[in-house]
């Protein structure tokens, strides 16, 4: 039966949220996207007269099914080519959600969605409720069928588990397009040198191919394996070309409040490599190639005029 006007806007107008807090849960825009529709078939079945805070309801709803998606996500991942990455998301894409706080924009970041990867579903689950929206364990408590005391404790826990892997501090954004820049400068200039100042000593470079474009199953470690990899990367070649599609405009954007290098063929997005930048120098690089998890930055590229590119690469 169909839902009267009022109830359809009322449930468009948690859509941003609902969705910012699914792609926070399960690190896929995609998946996040069919776990909100979902939640409406839902409310859609419901008897919307009896719903007392609507809100709560949806968010009740929303975060139960990605439960149950976490659980079965892991699996798939036991079996997944590579490492596996979130899905990116550009510069002002909606489902990046609220970002007034330092705790929000990290909360969304490629680093801490990797290391949610770490978590219980559970542990997830109240973490980005409380980090990165703000609800009180009382509501956490009653969307998870905790008690209160219950919902700090997971929090608590779960918080310093992320605490653990990650230590960095956020570094001004201005700041950080520079440092991008740099790096850039050094990754074509053909020397290693360059590239390694700009590292910290225990710098990360990850890869997601998901077994459809060639990438790296273990990190690269370390400054010097890392800037050795990044002046390979870079270097021109045919075979390159051939594999991207032709010549590649690089752009320095962002990507989850992260400084990223965006690299586009024909307005198709076939690379988003998030930095995570520090003030002691560039501690990681997330580099996702899976053309699954580029269709999204794509359609949000086509959006938007992101101006001449910083240099054409191959």
């Not at 959600?97 to 990797?114: C, I, K, M, N, Y």
């Not at 700041?175 to 050094?186: P, S």
């Not at 390694?196 to 990438?215: E, F, H, M, N, Q």
């Amino acid at each position: 039966m169909a839902l009267p006007v009022s109830d359809v806007e009322r449930f468009e107008a948690s859509r941003p949220r609902l969705e910012a807090i699914a792609y926070r849960l399960l690190g896929s825009a995609s998946e996040a996207e069919d776990a909100v529709q979902e939640t409406y078939l839902r409310w859609q079945a419901a008897d919307v007269a009896r719903v007392e805070v609507p809100e709560a309801w949806l968010t009740k709803v929303l975060t139960n099914l990605c439960l149950n998606q976490l659980t079965s996500a892991r699996a798939r991942r036991e079996t997944y080519v590579g490492q596996w990455l979130p899905e990116p998301l550009l510069a002002g894409d909606p489902m990046l959600g609220p970002a007034d706080t330092a705790e929000q924009r990290e909360s969304v970041s490629f680093a801490v969605l990797t290391l949610l990867e770490r978590l219980t579903p559970g542990e997830r689950a109240v973490y980005v409720l409380r980090e990165a929206f703000g609800y009180p364990h009382r509501e956490i408590a009653a969307i998870l069928d905790l008690t209160e005391a219950a919902s700090q404790q997971v929090f608590h826990r779960a918080k310093r588990h992320v605490a653990e892997g990650r230590t960095r501090t956020e570094v001004d954004g201005a700041a950080a397009r520079r440092v991008v820049e740099e790096f850039l400068a050094a990754a074509t200039s053909g020397r290693t040198e360059p590239l390694v100042r700009l590292l910290t000593a225990d710098a990360v470079s990850i890869g997601d191919g998901g077994g459809k474009v060639p990438a790296r199953t273990k990190a690269f470690e370390g400054a010097r394996a890392v800037a050795t990899f990044m002046r390979g990367l870079f270097k021109p070649g045919k075979a390159k070309r051939a594999l991207a599609g032709g010549t590649v405009a690089v752009h320095v954007d962002t990507a989850n409040g992260d400084p990223a290098v965006v690299a586009v063929v024909d307005g198709r997005v076939i690379g988003v490599m998030c930095l995570e930048v520090t003030p002691e120098g560039i501690a990681g690089f997330r580099n996702q190639v899976n053309p699954d998890k580029l269709e999204r930055a794509t359609r949000r590229w086509a959006a938007a005029d992101h101006g001449e590119p910083l240099f054409h690469a191959f």
